[in-house]
């Protein structure tokens, strides 16, 4: 399976919780986010291509990341193994292939190529998310950039808005990978060349996503997630970028050292709109695509886009915090820049102390809680119960005032934030005399129980 369109193309004809084809005419601006949000509010996430959207040919694809389950079942593994390839993703690396004389056959993204004044931004889907949303937006883009220090190619996601036929404003992460390697070139009062390709198989985001350091080849991660090499050419304009030969669309150009352009509002993952702001200007320079291409779509703030960065920021939080601290058993996000976390008893670190740091390091954690490791952190009722139950508020509560803030968290103040944490796990506390109601060990199997209650709903 080595594009969206194979990825696609599997998932045709299963049941509607996995896959939709809506043919319906739709517009971009605000339809096809009032179909997809509307179906994840009755928890129905399915891949979702939208085949007739007015003012474009493309069709358009929602929640190709929204579910971690469907990824794995398309790649032939279960979802815990996918957690863990995805854990373990810089020590599986698979280099990519680079077809140095590719043509349509082997690299169909460049079956239509346009530049100059045969390229028009505007022939894009013209998708609003939201109605404070004033201009289109490209969202589900991934930036190519070569890091002028390492070499390596660097993948990430920044949104970026439509100003004419061909120039872009984009928003980088700050603090992230391209806003350094932009930053170091500025400095140097050089523009930065970057590739962008729209329309990816879901392993490729996800390896950009597990992506740890600057220096890192995330093409090799990607490969590595796969279990065959990414197949890649080299741009047209800049040589030295590489870009996926099987995605659905390439752009090629710059962002300018020296010229901004107002970007914004935007409804961020949070829920939230941020405001409008100048931004670096992308010029672009080559358009290529596939014939018939798909046009890959997020909606901000639904589930795909808070699956993604919870990912981006759990996958190396959990490296960084399962080497250091083994009796960290589980982690999970239950909602934006909320932490859940299960701790074992035996070798584990002061709950509390494990919450300060995690809080000081991490810029887009906010709240921490730590529950012992007989909570299913996807169990909501246990959850709850600890909290009532293992938690007292003059001791369990830990405030971390006076941070950095995220720049996405609408409650900040000049850009600082307290942040939060709570000990729920009731180690030294209350554990230490409370037993749980329990079965006597070996019950269940000693008396067949299973077949029993198997046999009783038959």
Not at 168 to 186: D, K, Q, S, V, W
Not at 190 to 198: A, E, L, S, V
Not at 318 to 347: C, H, N, T, W
Request: hydrophobic share 40%; glycine share 8%; with cysteine.
């Amino acid at each position: 399976m080595r594009d969206l369109r194979e990825f696609i193309a599997a998932l045709e004809g299963s049941h509607a919780r996995d896959f939709l084809s809506v043919d319906t005419p739709l517009s971009g601006r605000h339809e096809l986010a009032a179909v997809t949000g509307a179906l994840a509010a009755k928890m129905r996430v399915p891949v979702i291509v939208y085949r007739s959207v007015s003012g474009t040919a493309m069709p358009v694809v929602h929640n190709v990341c929204a579910s971690m389950q469907r990824i794995a079942k398309a790649a032939g593994i279960d979802r815990d193994a996918l957690q863990q390839r995805l854990a373990t993703a810089e020590s599986r690396l698979l280099p990519p292939t680079v077809l140095e004389k590719p043509d349509t056959t082997s690299a169909p993204v460049l079956e239509c190529v346009f530049t100059g004044e045969a390229l028009d931004l505007g022939t894009l889907p013209a998708i609003l998310h939201d109605a404070a949303q004033q201009e289109p937006y490209i969202n589900a883009a991934q930036v190519v950039a070569r890091d002028p220090e390492s070499g390596a190619c660097n993948l990430s996601f920044h949104r970026l808005m439509h100003l004419d036929a061909h120039e872009l404003a984009i928003c980088m992460t700050p603090g992230g990978h391209l806003r350094r390697i932009f930053e170091h070139n500025r400095q140097a009062g050089r523009d930065t060349p970057i590739g962008m390709f729209i329309g990816a198989h879901p392993l490729w985001s996800l390896g950009a996503l597990a992506g740890g350091s600057l220096d890192s080849d995330e093409y090799a991660v990607t490969g590595g997630l796969l279990g065959q090499p990414i197949e890649l050419i080299r741009g047209r304009v800049h040589e030295e970028l590489l870009l996926p030969a099987r995605a659905e669309i390439l752009l090629e150009g710059t962002i300018s050292c020296r010229e901004t352009a107002d970007e914004g509002p935007y409804g961020e993952a949070m829920g939230y709109v941020s405001d409008r702001k100048p931004q670096p200007v992308v010029h672009v320079e080559v358009m290529a695509q596939r014939e018939g291409a798909l046009y890959q779509d997020i909606v901000p703030g639904q589930h795909e886009h808070l699956t993604m960065s919870s990912t981006m920021i759990e996958l190396p939080l959990r490296e960084r915090l399962g080497k250091r601290y083994p009796a960290i058993v589980a982690m999970a996000f239950d909602a934006p820049m909320s932490l859940q976390i299960a701790l074992g008893r035996e070798g584990a670190p002061d709950p509390g102390a494990l919450i300060r740091e995690i809080l000081a390091k991490e810029r887009f954690v906010k709240r921490v809680v730590v529950f012992a490791d007989d909570v299913d952190l996807a169990d909501r009722r246990a959850r709850e119960a600890a909290l009532s139950l293992m938690v007292q508020g003059d001791s369990d509560i830990v405030v971390v005032p006076d941070q950095h803030g995220s720049g996405v968290d609408p409650s900040e103040r000049d850009g600082r934030t307290a942040k939060w944490g709570i000990d729920a796990t009731g180690y030294g506390k209350a554990a230490g005399k409370a037993r749980r109601n329990r079965l006597p060990e070996h019950l269940a199997e000693a008396m067949n129980l299973d077949a029993l209650v198997r046999s009783l709903l038959n």
